[in-house]
């Protein structure tokens, strides 16, 4: 089993940045991801990695704005989010899967973080 917890969301202005982190128990697993839910919609992906190699996927909406990174000695994953936009405004999970190449399907995905809220005021 792994546990997740994710760090970092809070309150900011439009165009601002935040950085989320996210904290594995164990290095078990191929892909990581980051997800994020609005209240009455699905789980959307935002952004994937591929663990061994760092390899990175996005979605459309955030590429060029988020970076996601890793540190394979801490088993943190990071999710630097820029030129932050209302429509952004979400709760973030980030969440570990044994299946590659990433998966942007979050049933995909077998162990989740608790969440972290990020609001971007207008």
């Known amino acids: 089993q792994v546990q997740l917890v994710e760090s970092g969301g809070g309150l900011v202005q439009a165009g601002g940045s935040l950085r989320l982190s996210c904290t594995a128990s164990?290095?078990?697993?191929?892909?990581v991801g980051w997800f994020r839910q609005t209240p009455g919609a699905e789980r959307e992906f935002v952004a994937g990695m591929r663990w061994n190699i760092g390899y990175t996927d996005y979605a459309d909406s955030v590429k060029g704005r988020f970076t996601m990174s890793r540190d394979t000695a801490k088993k943190m994953v990071f999710l630097q989010m820029n030129r932050l936009k209302p429509e952004d405004t979400a709760v973030y999970y980030c969440?570990?899967?044994?299946?590659?190449?990433?998966?942007?399907?979050?049933?995909?995905?077998?162990?989740w973080g608790q969440g972290t809220q990020v609001t971007v005021s207008s």
């Open positions: 969440a570990v899967s044994n299946v590659l190449p990433i998966p942007t399907d979050g049933r995909s995905y077998d162990y």
């Open positions: 164990t290095r078990t697993f191929k892909s």
